[in-house]
């Protein structure tokens, strides 16, 4: 059972940087795509980055230029996020997809697997 892990979440002030972590267990790394949601109260969950098993990677348009996406042979997945603000304050998700992604890789339906989430607060 594919298993994920968020950390590096926290508060930062508007401007500054934060790097968000997300460990990958259960199931071949190499074989899934993984993403980046967000959420906030009252709101949906929003797609935020993707990286496909092609070597793809996809951002919405309110992050593009900021963060960054990335994963490395420790099964780990990597969002850098730059020049924060208030705005990008939610709670973020983890998501890992086996095979490749398709041209829904910005629904959550695209996803099959979970992390529990880790706070992300960007202060004025």
């Known amino acids: 059972q594919v298993q994920l892990a968020e950390s590096g979440g926290g508060l930062v002030q508007a401007g500054n940087s934060l790097s968000l972590s997300c460990a990958f267990s259960?199931?071949?790394?190499?074989?899934?795509?993984m993403g980046w949601f967000r959420q906030t109260p009252g709101k949906e969950r929003e797609f935020v980055a993707a990286?496909?098993?092609?070597?793809?990677r996809y951002y919405a348009d309110s992050v593009r230029g900021r963060f960054t996406i990335s994963r490395d042979n420790t099964n780990t997945v990597y969002l850098q996020m730059n020049s924060l603000k208030p705005e990008d304050t939610a709670v973020y998700y983890c998501?890992?997809?086996?095979?490749?992604?398709?041209?829904?890789?910005?629904?959550?339906?695209?996803?099959?697997?979970w992390g529990q989430g880790t706070q992300v607060t960007v202060s004025s």
């Open positions: 259960g199931g071949s790394f190499r074989n899934y795509a």
């Open positions: 990286f496909s098993g092609s070597g793809n």
């Open positions: 998501a890992a997809k086996s095979g490749y992604l398709s041209t829904n890789y910005h629904a959550t339906r695209e996803y099959s697997y």
